[in-house]
């Protein structure tokens, strides 16, 4: 496994506990939780930029192959 592809092994296993914990804000929310709104707002914000890290590195990849 090469460096790149542990960085983008690292960085979807970052996404997938982002998700689990945006579950979490998105139910609190849909109860009348405010704050998990903007909790979960943040996080999916966040999940936007993290995605982005993997398409680049995912690129990155394939460009070096």
């Known amino acids: ?3 790149v592809d542990s960085a983008l092994h ?3 296993q970052e996404l ?3 998700i689990e ?3 979490q804000d998105i139910q609190k929310n849909i109860g009348g939780n405010k704050s998990a709104g ?3 707002r943040k996080g ?8 982005s890290e993997i398409v680049k590195i995912s690129l990155e990849a394939d460009k070096a192959s």
């Open 38 to 40: 903007v909790r979960a």
């Open 10 to 12: 690292s960085k979807w």
């Open 44 to 51: 999916l914000r966040l999940l936007k930029t993290n995605a």
């Open 21 to 23: 914990s945006l579950e």
């Open 16 to 18: 997938k506990v982002l």
């Open 1 to 3: 496994m090469s460096i």
